[in-house]
């Protein structure tokens, strides 16, 4: 899909999986997710998100937590913005973020 005007690039759906516990271990609070929430909104417009559990390995040692799929319709540079400033904003060693999908369907009532 491509936007009209200001917000002309490719478009695509992305996801981007937000941490909830710290690198020392203790918890993120929802307000301090809060505040990521408004920065991403500045940058695409809008997400979803609903939290779940992932594990994972890093530097040979296992990981099981609470983590935030979080999709957002926005740019390749926007995305990459977003992980960027989440990588620094949470303070993780990285973040992963992926191509859901670009086809994507917008259908406004009033042009049906």
Do not use: N
């Amino acid at each position: 899909m491509q936007f009209k005007g200001p917000k002309a690039e490719q478009v695509s759906l992305w996801e981007i999986l937000v941490p909830t516990v710290r690198p020392d271990g203790r918890p993120i609070h929802t307000r301090f997710h809060r505040v990521w929430d408004k920065e991403i909104e500045k940058i695409s417009g809008g997400m979803i998100y609903h939290p779940g559990h992932g594990r994972w390995v890093s530097d040979g040692k296992r990981y099981a937590e609470r983590m935030i799929p979080v999709r957002i319709m926005c740019t390749r540079a926007e995305i990459l913005r977003i992980a960027d400033w989440t990588v620094k904003y949470y303070d993780q060693k990285a973040v992963m973020a992926y191509k859901a999908g670009d086809d994507i369907i917008m259908r406004y009532a009033s042009e049906i």
